[in-house]
């Protein structure tokens, strides 16, 4: 049974790259039962001021987790009834900027425990859980570094034109000094 589980867990776990629109949302829906555990894990990894509005609700529309304008964020649920339910990205406040957002979706199926559990199979879990841990924060690292790594080519960017237009203004102040002193050497004829 738990064999089965594993070979599942794969199917569970999903990671996604979407792009929300200006003043859009983009919402995803997962049907679960009572019991099951679903955890949503997001990072901005691009437009703006790299902030988005995130909820996730239950079939009855009530939120059960809710982040204003932040740039990554993680919502655990257990559910407590059956139904859709429903999480959505925001990108409502912003009327210019699209916004890439990457995330990660994990669904664990509730299993009555009245089974008993082999140490073979609990370890089996707490490594199955150690490397969805490790992926997600690989794919955070991978994120961040794109960030971090546009930073530092719009930044080189910006130095080099701010030098090239430095030279520039270096090379007409000099020209015009060179004319404005040339001028005072100039033998003025009268006739």
Sequence with gaps: MWLSFLVLLPILVSGH????????????FEDLHVNDKMTVTYQVGGGGHLDIDFWLADPDGVALGKHI????????ITAKKD??????????MSTVVDKMVSFNVHGVIYVDDEDIVSPIEREIRALSHGLTAVKDEQEYIVVRERTHRNTAESTNDRVKWWSILQAIVLFSVVAWQVYYLKSFFEVKRAF
């Design 69 to 76: 304008k932040q740039s990554t964020g993680t919502v655990s």
């Design 83 to 92: 139904g859709r339910y429903e999480y959505c990205f925001s990108n409502q």
């Design 17 to 28: 790259m979407i792009e929300v629109p200006a003043s859009k949302k983009e919402c995803f």
